[in-house]
């Protein structure tokens, strides 16, 4: 469609200054103009300060009259950056690179890219240099407050927490208004899998490129119904189709810390005493309950909390491979590794991430390839956040720990009845409640598809596409509470006996799309 464009753009240019294309100089100049992709037509070949010009055929070729060989002539197309030579200096193959800021009203929908002000639906596009940076640990936090009526909450606060990414807002009660997630073209399924608290996370933040946010009810003709809820489409990061088969290396390194900056105001140990001190003053209560309270003075938000460091490490390596008479091979490979403390103590994931994209084309650009795998693995250790509300509540003239002899259990303070036994109605303690259940998961995940699309010879605006991918998921874990602690006296199932459970998880999703598209413009040959 762009060259199409800029095909009768060019010829409106020359109709107003052809009667002096060939009228100056002698010397000749021609030659062929392309991009990456092959011949660029309709571009504009001038004698830079005058109105000599012509424009390139359908094969991109080009033959120039100027004044002299020192004669200055500009090449330039729409979409692209200009180049300028002198007569005896242009090459006989003039390669032009696309304008990063054209580029910047192209978006990507259903099936392809189209400009802007071709879409008729509300698309907004969050480019690489537009997304959020520092410490990013899922996608989503690349997307927060970039675009409009997409409201983005984060979760938890702990290690790979899930987000919840709402676009305009829910439009159901019961069933999901989570928007549907296109990752290379690939629909991928955006339920929660059993030991992996995010399943973006399967994309490693650094190899994205872009988004394109489809907010309207106009993505449900190109994805169906389970675009009701919008649509986010997330391109990664490409091959690199350069002279030279130099590859490029990219290493990035960055660190973090986190921290409960504010705790819940809560009296300390010793103005709890004062207070009921006072009120065995006033008469409200006996000095026995003053009497039962304990020696320590326990902060005990702080006692569960932790400095948390983040540590994140990406390598990319991009370039090309020359296949000789078949054209080149972009590639790019890409591995990163993220290790994240939780601010709860033992809150941790080790995630590590690998990503392939080969984008070969044949047939002189006709026939192009697109073979995208993403690969994650995750180790959790999820910390128990029934800690938090109990820290709030304990009794801060208590201590952490405790012997058996002094009454405690596995070297844990516990609130006992005057019989001697476990009060199950009391508050338990924080630190044991975390220390003392481990809730631990590996999960792996792959992401990939084959994309194959073909223009037919002779008839470019038709296209055949056939879209291959594979979601394939599966974890392992388990929970386990030791025999004899405080929180399995508390369950009334466990009754002190303890808890150990396992489980895994597996699941498949499989796409197979075919299409063919047309797509001509017809307003060239309007007057």
Not at 178 to 207: E, K, Y
Not at 438 to 447: C, E
Request: a negative charge; glycine letters at 10%; hydrophobic letters at 35%.
């Amino acid at each position: 469609m762009n060259r199409i464009m800029t095909l009768c753009a060019a010829f409106v240019l020359l109709c107003m200054t052809g009667a002096s294309v060939s009228a100056q100089g002698g010397y000749e100049v021609k030659g062929v103009v392309v991009d990456q992709v092959g011949p660029v037509i309709g571009a504009t070949v001038i004698e830079a300060g005058t109105a000599n010009g012509v424009s390139t055929g359908l094969d991109g070729e080009y033959v120039l009259r100027v004044s002299g060989p020192q004669a200055v002539v500009e090449i330039s197309c729409i979409g692209y950056a200009s180049k300028t030579f002198t007569a005896s200096e242009i090459p006989s193959r003039v390669l032009l690179s696309e304008d990063a800021l054209f580029l910047d009203d192209v978006v990507v929908i259903g099936y392809g890219t189209v400009k802007k002000g071709d879409v008729t639906g509300s698309v907004s596009t969050v480019k690489a240099d537009e997304i959020n940076k520092g410490m990013i640990t899922s996608p989503a936090d690349l997307l927060k407050g970039k675009s409009a009526g997409v409201v983005i909450t984060p979760g938890s606060g702990a290690p790979g927490s899930k987000a919840t990414i709402r676009i305009r807002g829910g439009s159901s009660l019961k069933a999901t208004n989570d928007p549907l997630i296109i990752i290379d073209g690939l629909p991928v399924s955006n339920d929660d899998i059993s030991g992996m608290s995010d399943p973006l996370s399967s994309i490693n933040p650094n190899d994205i490129e872009s988004f394109s946010v489809l907010k309207d009810a106009s993505a449900t003709a190109i994805y169906g119904s389970r675009a009701s809820n919008g649509v986010i489409v997330i391109t990664t990061k490409k091959g690199a189709r350069t002279k030279t088969n130099v590859p490029q290396i990219n290493f990035d390194f960055s660190t973090s810390i986190s921290h409960v900056s504010k705790y819940v105001d809560v009296l300390s140990a010793d103005q709890l005493r004062n207070l009921m001190q006072e009120r065995v003053a006033a008469g409200l209560m006996s000095q026995a309950g003053v009497d039962a309270l304990g020696s320590a003075n326990t902060n005990w938000q702080k006692e569960i909390y932790q400095i948390a460091p983040t540590y994140d490490a990406n390598l990319s390596l991009a370039g090309r491979v020359s296949m000789g008479k078949a054209g080149v091979l972009p590639y790019r490979v890409s591995g990163g590794f993220m290790s994240q403390d939780g601010v709860l103590l033992t809150d941790h994931m080790n995630r590590g991430t690998v990503s392939m994209s080969l984008t070969p084309s044949f047939l002189d650009d006709h026939l192009t390839v697109a073979l995208n795998g993403k690969g994650v693995f995750s180790s959790n250790n999820f910390a128990n956040k029934d800690a938090i509300g109990q820290a709030v509540r304990m009794n801060p003239t208590h201590p952490v720990y405790a012997t058996d002899e002094e009454g405690g259990i596995h070297g844990y303070f516990v609130h006992r009845s005057p019989n001697g036994s476990v009060n199950t109605m009391a508050v338990q303690n924080p630190v044991a409640q975390i220390m003392e259940k481990q809730d631990k998961s590996n999960a792996s995940r792959f992401i990939g598809n084959a994309q194959i699309d073909y223009k037919i010879h002779g008839l470019e605006d038709l296209r055949l596409n056939l879209n291959l991918g594979m979601d394939y998921a599966r974890s392992s874990g388990f929970t386990h509470s030791p025999e004899g602690s405080e929180q399995s006296w508390h369950d009334t199932m466990q009754s002190g006996s303890g808890y150990h459970g396992e489980y895994t998880y597996e699941r498949m999703d499989k796409t197979l799309e075919a299409y063919i598209a047309y797509n001509k413009d017809f307003r060239g040959g309007i007057t």
